[in-house]
């Protein structure tokens, strides 16, 4: 018997597709328990509308993930741990503490399973792929720094991201205050 499988049925297939089982188990399970219908005209024509109306929401959220992904691309964590004089982390970085420290500075709450699984056991800066989209493939740029110094790093992190934006802020200020000068000196 032929029936359009409404959920997916293991070993079977999957929600939407038209599949041929045997009549007593489409009579006596698939469809008493409303896993499937049975392959007419009119049920065909439903599960083509349903098919594209799935393809309209897959769209819709394959474009909200590619701008999640442009949004945390590159951006910076940092993470303070107890290591060994050698550099080896006592434990290690989890993806879990990602997604919470990512969802602190940027407000993006991500599943802890669409990070890369990669162990970070040592101090230093890491690269760690997330698996969001399939336009571009953010970065994360996963900083580890001793316990002690973790403080310290931070502010100067901070000090080093508020002198590179402040260069910019000096050179808008000064036209402006050249245009002061030139309307001083026309006025006299």
Do not use: C
């Not at 800066?125 to 969001?132: D, E, F």
């Amino acid at each position: 018997m032929k029936v359009i499988l409404l959920s997916d049925v293991y070993k079977h297939g999957v929600a939407g597709e038209v599949v041929d089982v045997s009549d007593g188990f489409a009579r006596n399970w698939l469809i008493p328990k409303k896993l499937a219908v049975k392959a007419t005209a009119q049920e065909l024509a439903k599960a083509e509308e349903l098919r594209s109306q799935a393809e309209a929401r897959k769209a819709a959220l394959e474009g909200r993930l590619n701008d999640l992904a442009r949004q945390i691309d590159g951006v910076e964590l940092f993470f303070g741990r107890r290591a060994s004089p050698t550099g080896k982390l006592f434990g290690s970085v989890t993806t879990a503490e990602i997604a919470e420290e990512l969802n602190k500075k940027t407000g993006i709450d991500i599943n802890r399973r669409r990070i890369s699984q990669l162990q970070l056991r040592e101090i230093g800066t890491h690269s760690v792929p997330v698996r969001l989209g399939n336009e571009i493939s953010p970065q994360l740029k996963i900083t580890i720094v001793r316990e002690e110094e973790f403080a310290s790093y931070v502010a100067q992190r901070a000090e080093a991201a508020a002198a590179t934006a402040a260069p910019a802020e000096v050179v808008e200020a000064q036209p402006e205050a050249a245009d002061v000068g030139t309307a001083e000196s026309s006025g006299e």
